[in-house]
DNA sequence: CGCGACTCCTGCCGGC
DNA sequence: TGCCGGCAGGAGTCGC
């Protein structure tokens, strides 16, 4: 997916447009996502006004009428905004139509993304169990250090536990353990409080700067205004492997933790 | 309960 | 040029 500074990019992209708007048809293409698209979906938003356009996670919230419209990008989701007559390509699965003349549209290439519908007043049980978001005063070192303990996996693989924290994925956790200086290799119960201080500092300041630069643009990844992101040329090991570390000229190692790939520093990161 | 493996799906890239 | 294997931004679920 999209990872959370590409959710909240596309957050910021797509609200000014669908605020106050109403929907006048939502045409289903395609409805076998993750979980199918509910079937009473369009008889829920048709001719309803979204009110507020929220993110928990990597999930996007959009309220409106008698609830709130769930959706999640998966590894190669996007929304955007397009004029209503635009031609519909392979994997462009879902519009929702608006009273603007615009259409939202949901493509999805690999089908791993959500829509789902939640009553008010009932949280969705994908929503339950997730961990704090990393820029709110709830994340905090001291929270990683304490839920760390007697925990054997690796550490990138714990902080990218949606328990521990929602929204550092495979990109971030790996930038944000270079800038820490720590081994993502690293037993997660065996590393001391002072670094893990050090660490939610990171992975603040990492998502932090991505978000204001509107994202990695990640081979196709496009914003909800439609605008690629500039964040990619400053990754320093993500997808480097084998090439030079930009601080000490090391040649960047690579091994797998927990299915995915991690690429690290052996001389900067320990 | 914690952990690792597996799974969904399509596209793309590198190697032969 | 084409075929094939492996890998890709996620994360729920299952088995041990």
Redesign the pocket.
């Known amino acids: 997916?999209?990872?959370?500074p590409?959710v909240e990019t596309t957050r910021r992209g797509i609200a000014p447009h669908l605020l106050g708007r109403r929907v006048t048809r939502l045409i289903v293409r395609d409805a076998?996502l993750?979980w199918p698209i509910p079937e009473d979906l369009g008889i829920q938003i048709e001719n309803q006004t979204f009110t507020a356009v929220r993110r928990r996670?990597?999930?996007l919230l959009l309220d409106i009428g008698g609830g709130t419209l769930i959706s999640?990008?998966?590894?190669?989701g996007s929304l955007r905004l397009v004029p209503a007559d635009t031609p519909v390509l392979?994997?462009e699965h879902v519009d929702i139509e608006l009273d603007s003349g615009m259409t939202l549209r949901y493509t999805d290439?690999?089908?791993?993304g959500a829509m789902l519908w939640q009553p008010a007043g009932a949280e969705h049980?994908?929503l339950s169990?997730?961990g704090p978001e990393p820029l709110s005063d709830e994340f905090t070192g001291e929270r990683l250090y304490q839920l760390s303990r007697?925990?054997?996996?690796?550490v990138k693989?714990?902080i990218?536990?949606?328990a521990v924290v929602?929204?550092?994925?495979?990109?971030?956790?790996t930038e944000a353990l270079f800038a820490a200086g720590i081994d993502p290799r690293r037993e997660?119960?065996r590393i001391s409080r002072a670094r893990y201080l050090a660490l939610a500092e990171e992975i603040r300041k990492v998502l932090a700067r991505a978000i204001d630069s509107g994202?990695?643009?990640?081979?196709?990844?496009i914003g909800g205004d439609g605008k690629p992101g500039y964040f990619q040329q400053e990754l320093f090991v993500?997808?480097r492997a084998g090439q030079l570390c930009k601080l000490c000229g090391t040649t960047l190692s690579e091994c797998?933790?927990?299915?995915?790939?991690s690429v690290f520093c052996r001389h900067c990161q320990s």
Do not use: W
Not at 72 to 76: F, V
Not at 109 to 112: E, H, K, L, V
Not at 256 to 261: A, D, E
């Open positions: 997916m999209p990872e959370l590409e076998r993750r996670a990597k999930y999640h990008l998966g590894m190669s392979k994997h290439p690999r089908r791993f049980p994908l169990h997730l007697k925990r054997s996996m690796a693989p714990f990218m536990d949606n929602v929204g550092v994925g495979n990109i971030y956790a997660a119960g994202g990695t643009t990640l081979r196709d990844f993500y997808g797998r933790l927990g299915q995915r790939s």
